[in-house]
């Protein structure tokens, strides 16, 4: 198992050019599948998610090639395929792949989907937008299959799942008809999947609120797509300028929603303001305990953003509470933080912070892609050396994560 290795202390300064959007790029990527010819992609992140991803495309015959943030793609051959547990099990975006392919191919298999240990995060409501579309589908122990036309019609969600929302719309975008989706997320990656279907021909209305309207096409062309930073990967060097007394200027954020972030920010005492296309943050010596952070889905404060938020107020003057609403089992930094010497106590889906004026290093491990990133956070505020184990969760989301933060000013390096 890789690690991240740390040495504290530093204070981070600098400018950063933000990388393009994981939660972005990952359903793009499956929408792909819908535009019979070539596409373009620019501003890709090159994470392990994404390398992931298109090993999974592979096998359903979709050619590609990735360099220096440009994808290119290949769908003029693509075909159904029943992607098995040694796939499906890689990345988490590879459950859209169930949506795309069934919206091309009128037929999709594909295990049950991994990625991160958060929560349950059962497809249920995946299945029943798909039969509310017409899909014929069979659930396995081993997975679902789905045959059938996909024919518009009204799709309603009891609740805003991101990742149900976006398998309404790629299912829904070469549908017979005009559906509706009721109750949709509104993130701003599911404004950027509907963004992407329409330059490649699609008709959809409505993305960003929760009722989106989508007007089924006979089919999707190639296109040229330019991808937006990635709202979580700012939140977090925002915040490691904020652990370590610094200042950061992140550059290419002009596009991207960070109100709910920031907001929160500002209220731990970090002066922070937008100038241009770049978002500046000067952190206090000490940063203020807030008492109520309660994570929703958007608009309210982001789920992604919690463990990175926890680590902060882990060191924060004051007493904080942080509750989380999305998914049951993300708080599994908490012991890690204790660890290093954070006076945290949990109670059902909140956790207690008692801030410490000062972390100690430690070998923690990480449980998934943003408590590894948290424990990052930590490390670099700590005293001495912290040792972050399960490298390849962080890598999934952050692109280069030790490289950037040592443009800032940061020791540290991946090691075997």
């Not at 220096?68 to 075909?79: C, F, N, Q, V």
């Not at 459950?95 to 999709?108: D, I, K, T």
């Not at 929302?165 to 975008?173: G, H, K, Q, S």
């Not at 960070?258 to 000490?286: H, Q, T, W």
Request: charged share 20%; net charge neutral; hydrophobic share 40%.
């Amino acid at each position: 198992m890789s690690y991240v290795k740390i040495e504290g202390g530093n204070k981070l300064e600098g400018e950063l050019f933000l990388q393009g959007s994981k939660n972005a790029v990952l359903p793009i990527l499956a929408a792909s599948i819908l535009c019979r010819g070539k596409v373009m992609l620019h501003h890709c992140p090159d994470i392990s998610d994404v390398r992931n991803l298109l090993y999974t495309l592979s096998f359903s015959g979709v050619k590609s090639t990735f360099k220096e943030g440009l994808l290119e793609l290949d769908t003029t051959d693509a075909k159904p395929y029943r992607f098995g547990p040694e796939l499906a099990g890689k990345t988490r975006g590879g459950v859209l792949l169930l949506g795309a392919c069934w919206g091309r191919f009128h037929e999709a298999g594909m295990a049950y989907p991994g990625g991160c240990v958060i929560g349950a995060r059962p497809i249920d409501l995946h299945c029943r937008v798909f039969r509310q579309l017409g899909a014929i589908l069979t659930e396995e122990s081993e997975g679902v299959m789905l045959r059938g036309c996909p024919a518009g019609g009204r799709v309603m969600l009891s609740y805003p799942s991101v990742g149900a929302t976006e398998n309404a719309v790629l299912a829904a975008v070469c549908a017979t008809g005009t559906t509706v989706i009721c109750g949709a997320a509104r993130e701003p990656e599911i404004t950027e999947l509907c963004r992407f279907l329409n330059s490649a021909g699609g008709r959809i209305r409505g993305m960003g609120t929760s009722r989106i309207v989508i007007e089924g096409v006979n089919g999707l062309y190639g296109t040229e797509y330019t991808v937006s930073g990635d709202r979580i990967v700012a939140g977090t060097y925002l915040a490691a300028a904020a652990v370590t007394a610094g200042e950061v200027c992140l550059c290419g954020t002009g596009q991207v929603c960070l109100n709910g972030i920031l907001e929160c920010f500002r209220k731990m005492g970090n002066r922070v303001y937008r100038e241009g296309d770049s978002v500046i943050l000067r952190a206090p010596k000490r940063l203020r305990a807030v008492p109520g952070i309660v994570t929703a889905p958007y608009p309210a404060f982001p789920t992604d953003m919690q463990s990175q938020t926890v680590a902060m107020l882990a060191m924060a003057e004051g007493e904080s509470c942080v509750t989380e609403t999305v998914f049951e089992s993300r708080f599994g930094v908490v012991p890690e933080l204790q660890r290093m010497g954070a006076d945290i106590k949990r109670i059902g889906r909140s956790v207690f912070i008692r801030g410490t004026e000062h972390l100690h290093g430690a070998t923690v491990t990480a449980t998934d892609l943003r408590s590894g990133a948290a424990l990052v956070l930590a490390g670099l505020a700590a005293e001495g050396e912290t040792c972050v184990a399960g490298y390849e969760y962080i890598a999934r989301g952050y692109e280069d994560i030790c490289g950037t933060l040592g443009r800032l000013g940061a020791m540290t390096v991946v090691a075997e």
